[in-house]
């Protein structure tokens, strides 16, 4: 028997379980035909978790409720990466599970259930609650500043879970006026949402502009009877049925461009083999080749350089988005230079990407490039066209300062 998940959707507690699913790689379904309120509250389903409530998940070994609790025996089952990899990680991911639920989840929760008809709003206590979430996000954001993730340097399940948290504040109850006390959350929040695996469950995520009022009793009455259910557009999308042929693989919109005169291979070769003479050779080897028809060049440079105060952080920061630029090996090189001897260190780039715009499908799958801002190099502007040569052969100082790290991508 297949994993079945009981609940009804959109619901973050679903999204936490299909994400660890996405990243372990284990197939969990969603019960068809489930009525929120009605079939919770079957003898059937009252088997399954005693108390009633949503999520649930059936396996072939029994019944398992709490979302936590699914999560994790989600993630147990073929990725234990999920975990951090040695036990002081284990501890840290579990420490921050807690953290998410009981210092974050419940703030969030008791300000959003009378906002949503549940319960009766009782001034003191959202005070309480809003007043205790700022303090948790106020240390979270502490946390933060020198660290992408939680634990390690990848996605662990205490980012799961954390996430899909804060994803019902961002989206319901807290607006930019509220969230940008907390910039390292807020760039959190949006890095872990942009996952691909995230991203294929919870789709685009959008903040709230405004905080909802609270609901009157009569409104909380009718916001009471069993809801209907939910539209299907709204459930997250169901794994392809195995039989499904698979679909031919689209062709990258690159390929269709007119030929180019530049060799993009030619260019990473030319680079990797000069070893002397560098402004001679692989300069200007580049602007012989240069195409502007079927090539541009771009200027990045990171938003939060006051983020990078830890020398490995920002380094680990770089690395990680050139990993995450794999898939676009075949179209683009690119130069990243982290700048400064002391902190906070500055990270700036140069990027060459087949055809006129930054592809559309690096913006798309690679979240790290919205961390940066883009300029196009106007290469008419000959102070640009040194700039250029400058980042390509690492020059130091480099506009006045050394450089801590030069990174390629080719
Ligand atoms: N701690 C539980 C919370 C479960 C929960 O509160 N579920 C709500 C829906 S989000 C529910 O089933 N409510 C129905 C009820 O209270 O009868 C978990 O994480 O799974």
Redesign the pocket.
């Known amino acids: 028997m297949a994993l079945v998940l009981h609940s ?1 959707t959109p ?1 973050k ?1 679903v999204y936490k379980v299909l994400i660890a699913a996405e990243y372990s790689g284990v197939k969990v379904d969603l019960a068809p035909d489930f009525t ?1 309120g009605v079939t ?1 509250k079957s003898p059937e389903f009252l088997k399954l978790n005693p ?5 649930v998940l059936e396996t072939p070994d029994g019944a398992i ?4 609790a699914i999560t994790r025996y989600v993630a147990r089952l073929k990725d234990s990466s999920l975990f951090g990899s040695s036990s002081i990680d284990y501890g840290h991911v579990e420490q921050w599970i807690d953290f998410s639920t009981l210092e974050i989840d419940i703030h969030i929760s008791t300000m959003l259930a009378p906002r949503f008809g549940y319960g009766v709003n009782h001034a003191p206590a959202e005070e309480a609650a809003n007043a205790a979430l700022k303090r948790s996000l106020g240390a979270l954001n502490s946390y933060l500043a020198s660290n992408t993730f939680l634990v390690g340097h990848s996605v662990t399940l205490a980012d799961i879970v954390l996430t899909c948290n804060l994803y019902y504040g961002f989206t319901y109850m807290l607006p930019k006026s509220f969230t940008s006390a907390f910039p390292h959350v807020e760039r959190y929040f949006w890095t872990l949402v942009n996952q691909p695996n995230f991203k294929k469950i919870i789709g685009e995520v959008k903040q709230t502009d405004s905080v909802p009022p609270v609901k009157t009793p009569e409104e909380a009455a009718a916001a009471a009877k069993p809801k209907p259910e939910p539209k299907q557009e709204e459930k997250p999308k169901a794994a392809p049925a195995e039989e499904e042929a698979p679909k031919p693989k689209a062709k990258n919109p690159l390929d269709l461009l007119p030929p180019s005169t530049m060799i993009l291979d030619e260019w990473k070769r030319l680079y990797s083999n000069t070893k002397t003479n560098f402004r001679e050779v692989a300069i200007k080897g580049f602007w012989d080749m240069y195409d502007p028809e079927g090539y541009s060049l771009w200027f990045c440079d990171y938003k939060y350089n006051d983020e990078n105060t830890v020398s490995f952080v920002t380094l680990n920061k770089v690395g990680g988005f050139l990993q995450r630029m794999d898939l676009a090996r075949k179209y683009a090189f690119g130069k990243m230079l982290v700048i400064g001897s002391v902190a906070p260190y500055k990270v700036k780039g140069l990027w060459l990407f087949r055809g006129k715009e930054i592809p559309q499908f690096v913006l798309d799958e690679c979240y790290d490039m919205e961390l940066y801002e883009w300029k196009k190099v106007d290469i008419s502007d000959e102070a640009q066209k040194e700039r250029v040569n400058q980042m390509i052969e690492d020059q130091e100082p480099f506009e006045g300062e050394a450089l801590l790290d030069a990174k390629c991508f080719k």
């Open positions: 009804w619901s507690n929120m919770n108390i009633g409530k949503v999520p409720f709490e979302s936590n």
